[in-house]
Structures are given as structure tokens and as C-alpha cells.
């Protein structure tokens, strides 16, 4: 049994014992010590979900983190724990979207929170470009209200008509949306959470060989490598724009770095998580196989 929801954790363990399974927690977070995630003053939920980590991590077969410094932090908690780390999948297209030349169209995929994702600098960047001809299509937008909030930074930066606003989009919206942008936009605040992530926009690229522009996480890190799938950097906008001009310097870098990525998306396609996933969990049965022999003899 992988569990998701910590809440379930107890009612998990009870399974455990009532019928002889194994059970796993796909970690997406970290709560075991709030001090290090900066919100001890938080919502309550974070401190029952603390005392729930502790209370019952030590008690599991075994955990799957999806990244490596989440995974870092919790053996540092937990060395007695076993520990996975799996990324969350993708699906590679087959082969690559035939391009001959640029879109000049940036591309922004995901939410519009401007706490968490600092989108205004972005915006700023794009306004800081060598070539007017690059556009940026921004595509997540929950409410209008999010939606004016963007508007009204792109009005700041006298960008109407190189700047395209989009709710929220299904998965259908999305696959035409990736066949029209040339390079995929990742930007984060480096809070806790994002620095342990592994954003989901990120895999929604490689899975169609857009080369990214990303903030530089340890997270993301673990996916892009920098001046191989896109670049890495920091959220200064002269950073951003810097990139961005780079990355449309040359075509032939470009389909070198898009073949890149699609090869990257495959490593972590779904079918190989999964497999990854079933080969810690013999490992774990061949484990416990073993103590139980050792404990009968």
C-alpha cells in the first residue's frame, strides 16, 4: 500500500497489521521539524501533520521522497528509515516537434501566485530583452482576479500585445499550448518547499523537448542541468532577461538542447518510476525475509 495523505497514515498502519502488507508514504513535503521550514506560527494542520511524521514515519516499510534534498532531509531525521527518491513522472512525446525556426514565444505553464512564483520579474525580464520579437504566453490563471493582477504588471511595463494571459487550461489546451512556445519558463520563490520540489511545469517541458529557463533550486537542479537542458538562474531580472537572450542567440544550440531534454523526459517517464518504485519494494521484502529467517533460527 503507497499512502499520499498523511491523515490516512494511521488507519495505514492498521492495514499493515490486520493483513501482513507492506506500507510506503510518497512524501511531497516536509513537516517533522517546522523550525527549518520557517512556519512554526503556522496553521495548525502543520503541527498535527508534524506529530503524525513522527509519530508514524519510524513505524513504515519504507518512504518514496521526489527529490533528492527532500529525501537529504528526511534520512537526517530518520536514519534508521529506508528512503527512495522518485521523481514524479512524465510522458515523453515520441519523437520531437518538427522545428525550422524560433516562435519567439516564452512560455509560462502553472500557478499565477505571485508569493510563490514571482512571475513580475519575468515580466520585468521580458521587457529588458535585445529582440521585441519575443513574446511570453503566461497560462494558469485560477480567477480574474489573478488574471488583473498580471494585466496590471504588464501595463507597468508597457508590454501590451507581447504578453498573453490564460486561465487555467485542460490537458488537451495544454499539449497545443507546448507545440506553440519555444522555451519554458520555471521561476520560483526559494522558499522551503520550492528548494525540496520538483516542479511538475519543469517535466510538462522535457516531456515535449522545450528547453527551460529555471530558477536555480536544488530541487530543480536534480532535472536541469545547466547549458544542457536550458539554463539556471537567479530571480534578478537582468538574470532573466540575460537568459533569455542567450537561449535565442543560437537555433542550432537550441535543437541541441531540445534533443537534450526530450532524452531527459524519458529518464523520468512514468514506466521508469515505476519500476524503480517496485525494485525498492522487493529489496524491502528481501529484507524483511531475511530478519525473519535470522529471527527463527
Given at each position: 500500500l503507497?499512502?499520499r495523505?498523511?491523515?490516512?497514515?494511521?488507519?495505514?498502519?492498521?492495514l499493515?497489521?490486520?493483513?501482513?502488507?507492506?506500507?510506503?508514504?510518497?512524501?511531497?513535503?516536509?513537516?517533522?521539524d517546522l523550525?527549518i521550514r520557517?512556519?512554526?506560527?503556522?496553521?495548525?494542520?502543520?503541527?498535527?501533520?508534524?506529530?503524525?511524521?513522527?509519530?508514524?514515519?519510524?513505524?513504515?516499510?519504507g518512504?518514496?521522497?521526489?527529490?533528492?534534498?527532500?529525501?537529504?532531509?528526511?534520512?537526517?531525521?530518520?536514519?534508521?528509515?529506508?528512503?527512495?527518491?522518485?521523481?514524479?513522472?512524465?510522458?515523453?512525446?515520441?519523437s520531437?516537434l518538427?522545428?525550422?525556426?524560433?516562435t519567439?514565444?516564452?512560455?509560462y505553464?502553472?500557478?499565477?501566485?505571485?508569493?510563490?512564483?514571482p512571475?513580475?520579474?519575468?515580466?520585468?525580464a521580458?521587457?529588458?530583452?535585445?529582440?521585441?520579437?519575443?513574446?511570453?504566453?503566461?497560462?494558469?490563471?485560477?480567477?480574474?482576479?489573478?488574471?488583473?493582477?498580471?494585466?496590471?504588471i504588464?501595463?507597468?511595463?508597457?508590454?501590451?500585445?507581447?504578453?498573453?494571459?490564460?486561465?487555467?487550461?485542460?490537458?488537451?489546451?495544454?499539449?497545443?499550448l507546448?507545440?506553440?512556445?519555444?522555451v519554458?519558463?520555471?521561476?520560483?520563490?526559494?522558499?522551503?518547499?520550492n528548494k525540496?520540489?520538483?516542479?511538475?511545469?519543469?517535466?510538462?517541458?522535457?516531456s515535449?523537448?522545450?528547453p527551460?529557463?529555471?530558477?536555480?533550486?536544488?530541487g530543480i537542479k536534480?532535472?536541469?542541468?545547466?547549458?544542457?537542458?536550458?539554463?539556471?538562474?537567479e530571480?534578478?531580472?537582468?538574470?532573466?532577461?540575460?537568459?533569455?537572450?542567450?537561449?535565442?542567440?543560437?537555433?542550432?544550440?537550441?535543437?541541441?538542447?531540445?534533443?537534450?531534454?526530450?532524452?531527459?523526459?524519458k529518464?523520468?517517464?512514468?514506466?521508469n518510476?515505476?519500476?524503480k518504485?517496485?525494485?525498492?519494494?522487493?529489496?524491502?521484502?528481501?529484507?524483511?525475509s531475511?530478519?525473519?529467517?535470522?529471527?527463527t533460527q
Amino acid at each position: 500500500l503507497i499512502v499520499r495523505a498523511l491523515s490516512f497514515l494511521p488507519f495505514a498502519l492498521c492495514l499493515k497489521k490486520l493483513k501482513k502488507i507492506l506500507v510506503l508514504f510518497e512524501a511531497h513535503d516536509f513537516f517533522t521539524d517546522l523550525t527549518i521550514r520557517g512556519d512554526v506560527s503556522g496553521p495548525r494542520r502543520r503541527k498535527r501533520y508534524s506529530k503524525i511524521e513522527k509519530t508514524y514515519l519510524p513505524k513504515l516499510d519504507g518512504v518514496i521522497c521526489v527529490s533528492e534534498p527532500q529525501k537529504q532531509i528526511y534520512q537526517e531525521y530518520y536514519p534508521k528509515q529506508r528512503f527512495i527518491c522518485a521523481l514524479t513522472g512524465t510522458k515523453p512525446v515520441g519523437s520531437l516537434l518538427p522545428r525550422e525556426r524560433f516562435t519567439y514565444v516564452l512560455g509560462y505553464l502553472g500557478s499565477f501566485d505571485i508569493e510563490k512564483y514571482p512571475l513580475d520579474i519575468l515580466i520585468e525580464a521580458l521587457s529588458m530583452v535585445q529582440s521585441k520579437r519575443i513574446r511570453l504566453l503566461l497560462a494558469g490563471g485560477r480567477d480574474e482576479k489573478e488574471i488583473r493582477t498580471l494585466r496590471g504588471i504588464v501595463d507597468r511595463f508597457n508590454l501590451f500585445g507581447r504578453v498573453k494571459i490564460l486561465p487555467w487550461q485542460n490537458s488537451a489546451e495544454i499539449a497545443a499550448l507546448k507545440r506553440e512556445i519555444d522555451v519554458g519558463c520555471a521561476i520560483l520563490t526559494p522558499t522551503f518547499l520550492n528548494k525540496i520540489s520538483s516542479p511538475l511545469k519543469i517535466l510538462e517541458y522535457l516531456s515535449a523537448g522545450i528547453p527551460v529557463l529555471a530558477t536555480k533550486l536544488d530541487g530543480i537542479k536534480e532535472i536541469i542541468t545547466h547549458n544542457r537542458h536550458g539554463y539556471l538562474v537567479e530571480n534578478r531580472a537582468e538574470e532573466w532577461a540575460a537568459a533569455i537572450d542567450l537561449i535565442y542567440s543560437n537555433f542550432l544550440r537550441y535543437l541541441k538542447f531540445s534533443k537534450e531534454c526530450l532524452e531527459q523526459a524519458k529518464r523520468f517517464s512514468w514506466e521508469n518510476r515505476a519500476k524503480k518504485i517496485i525494485e525498492f519494494v522487493r529489496k524491502i521484502e528481501g529484507e524483511q525475509s531475511e530478519q525473519w529467517y535470522e529471527t527463527t533460527q
